[in-house]
């Protein structure tokens, strides 16, 4: 089956980088991809990041996350099943090792700017943070 991303999430996507945007457009137009897929959170202002540190979903205040550079360094992901958003861990276990793999992809066949690792918060040992993929410097 073949996804297309809504309107509020190619907005979302278009304030991450450009590795990321290719990442998830990618990732979402593969035949093989597991689940549709929404994006939460792309570029946080100030005021959006220090209230997500408030609500406990996140443990950096302005402006230390990857998610308040301009372009993004980050973005929030979730895969829409059933009818809707699904926050599970067994749905992130589906959707993340296809996006490892995209990545990968796009690294080996050099369509990304090769500059950067990408990090998923679900692989973090604290304050695991499933919806959460970043791309650092090498």
């Known amino acids: 089956m073949t996804y297309r991303y809504s309107q509020r999430s ?3 996507l278009n304030t991450c980088h450009p590795d990321l945007q290719l990442l998830m457009q990618e990732a979402l137009a593969d035949p093989e991809c597991p689940c ?3 994006i939460v959170e792309g570029h946080r202002n100030q005021e959006r990041q220090d209230r997500m540190v408030e ?9 230390h996350s990857r998610h308040n ?9 979730v895969a829409y099943r059933n009818g809707g958003a699904d926050w599970s861990w067994e749905a992130y276990d589906i959707l ?3 996006l490892r793999d995209t990545w990968a992809r796009l ?4 369509l990304v700017t090769g500059q950067y690792a990408i990090e998923f918060g679900a692989d973090w040992k604290t304050f695991r ?10």
Request: aromatic share 2%.
């Open 96 to 98: 993340l090792p296809h």
């Open 36 to 38: 549709d897929i929404t």
């Open 55 to 63: 609500e406990g979903k996140s443990q950096l205040r302005w402006p």
């Open 129 to 138: 943070d499933g919806p959460h993929v970043q791309i650092n410097p090498l």
């Open 10 to 12: 190619l907005a979302k």
């Open 69 to 77: 550079l301009m372009p993004s360094m980050a973005v929030d992901v």
């Open 107 to 110: 690294v080996a066949d050099e």
